[in-house]
């Protein structure tokens, strides 16, 4: 079966970074386009970034275009998402996913960007 466990999360000041890690398997890794979700409380699903299977293409949200970087490692069926110069808007529980629509995604990991 599919599993995909996120981890990294935590909590940090306007401005700070966190590296999440999507730890796969259950699935042929190499061969999928990988994204990240997030949820902000009382919000719905919103995507942030994709990869593609090779990890040669990738794809941002315009809010957080230049500030976070989706990386795909096919050896290790790991997917990272760096994030650099947080704010509170990013704060929210991050997914990662097999699909835009978050049908298939692992348990989240809670970020939390506050002063």
């Known amino acids: 079966a599919v599993q995909l466990v996120e981890s990294g999360g935590g909590s940090v000041q306007p401005g700070g970074s966190l590296t999440l890690s999507c730890a796969a398997s259950?699935?042929?890794?190499?061969?999928?386009?990988m994204y990240w979700l997030r949820q902000a409380p009382g919000k719905g699903l919103e995507w942030v970034a994709d990869v593609s299977s090779s990890n040669a293409f990738k794809y941002y949200a315009d809010s957080v275009k230049g500030r976070f970087t989706i990386t795909k490692f096919n050896d290790r069926n790991t997917l990272l998402l760096q994030m650099n110069s947080l704010k509170i808007e990013d704060s929210g529980v991050y997914y990662c996913a097999t699909d835009r629509e978050g049908t298939t995604r692992g348990q989240g990991t809670r970020v939390t960007v506050s002063s």
């Open positions: 259950g699935f042929t890794f190499e061969t999928y386009r």
